[in-house]
């Protein structure tokens, strides 16, 4: 890809990071925000900049940046324009872990922690599920057994949620919905280093990605054993995606959308890939993020709905090109 479209992603990125930090019920300027973050501005501009806005946007960004390169990375491995990072059940067994926790009437701060115990434990059972059925190295096998821990945990999600008060049902959709309302400087520290851990493990995949996307008889005759390489994406990506939801919740259509995206920027080798749609996705994620906050104040609407209405018409025009 041209030096000249990553430098145009990075201007984005950071043009939607100073409109989120800018933009909400307190309007700055520029200037502000930058004031703000070092310090110098009044004391309400450096209250909103440096707790409630800047944490919000980089851990938006960081959740973004998760997703676009787990999506892009498993894309390539399966050879299917159509994955996403929760294709192992991720996003069920978060839910179900999550929802637990809500139903039991636990912390606020043990809901995340719930929920990325569940996706992680959705992620083993599937690959059990896929290792039973022979298939551990099958990519359709892989996929058919996260359908079936998906479908498990949503039974599992309507049984939690059976005969709990209002309020602890509205708790757990909201966090289903996704929202990075509750950001902390912790959270963003502790997601930074998930984040560059996991997109760092998928890049050094990346060539043999480039292989699988030849097809699978192609990558073995170039002496890439397939189904060790195949495991290890799965497990990097959706174990990526676990994080990302542990911090924000559910934020669907984002890991589906920006591989595309990089791919129409001019993108081929996986290893541009993965890193313009990490990037692509954390500019999309702070936009939305910042379209949730400001679009029908004085509420808030949930990031995983608003990223779905921009999911949705792309996800609906790729199948169809496929198919």
Do not use: C, K
Not at 95 to 117: D, E, K, N, S, T
Not at 149 to 174: E, Y
Not at 227 to 251: F, K, Q, S, W
Request: without cysteine; proline residues 3%.
């Amino acid at each position: 890809m041209r030096l000249s479209r990553w430098a145009l992603i990075v201007v984005v990125l950071l043009v939607a990071a100073v409109v989120g930090v800018a933009y909400g019920t307190l309007r700055l300027t520029p200037l502000e925000v930058l004031h703000g973050a070092l310090g110098m501005g009044s004391a309400t501009q450096v209250v909103v900049v440096r707790q409630l806005r800047l944490p919000r946007v980089l851990l938006a960004a960081l959740v973004g940046a998760g997703l676009g390169a787990s999506g892009a990375a498993l894309q390539g491995a399966t050879r299917n324009g159509l994955a996403e990072p929760y294709l192992l059940g991720v996003s069920g067994g978060a839910a179900v872990g999550a929802v637990i926790a809500v139903a039991l009437h636990a912390p606020a701060a043990v809901v995340p922690l719930a929920g990325l115990v569940g996706a992680l434990a959705a992620v083993a059972l599937s690959l059990v599920v896929a290792r039973a059925s022979g298939g551990q190295g099958d990519a359709r096998v892989v996929l058919m057994a996260g359908v079936v821990v998906g479908a498990f945990a949503n039974a599992a999600i309507m049984v939690a949620l059976a005969g709990v008060d209002a309020n602890a049902v509205r708790g757990a959709l909201w966090w289903m919905m996704g929202s990075a309302a509750d950001a902390t400087w912790g959270q963003v520290r502790a997601l930074a280093v998930y984040v560059a851990i996991g997109v760092g493990a998928l890049l050094a995949l990346a060539r043999a990605i480039d292989l699988l996307a030849l097809g699978e008889d192609a990558a073995a005759g170039m002496g890439v054993d397939v189904a060790r390489v195949t495991l290890a994406v799965y497990v990097a990506g959706a174990l990526l995606a676990a994080g990302t939801v542990a911090a924000a919740g559910l934020v669907g259509f984002v890991g589906l959308l920006v591989p595309h995206l990089a791919r129409m920027a001019g993108a081929r080798t996986h290893r541009s890939i993965i890193g313009a749609a990490a990037l692509g996705g954390a500019a999309l994620t702070v936009l939305a993020d910042l379209v949730a906050r400001v679009a029908h104040p004085p509420a808030e609407l949930p990031l995983g709905a608003v990223t779905a209405i921009l999911g949705v018409p792309f996800f609906l025009s790729r199948l169809r090109r496929l198919t």
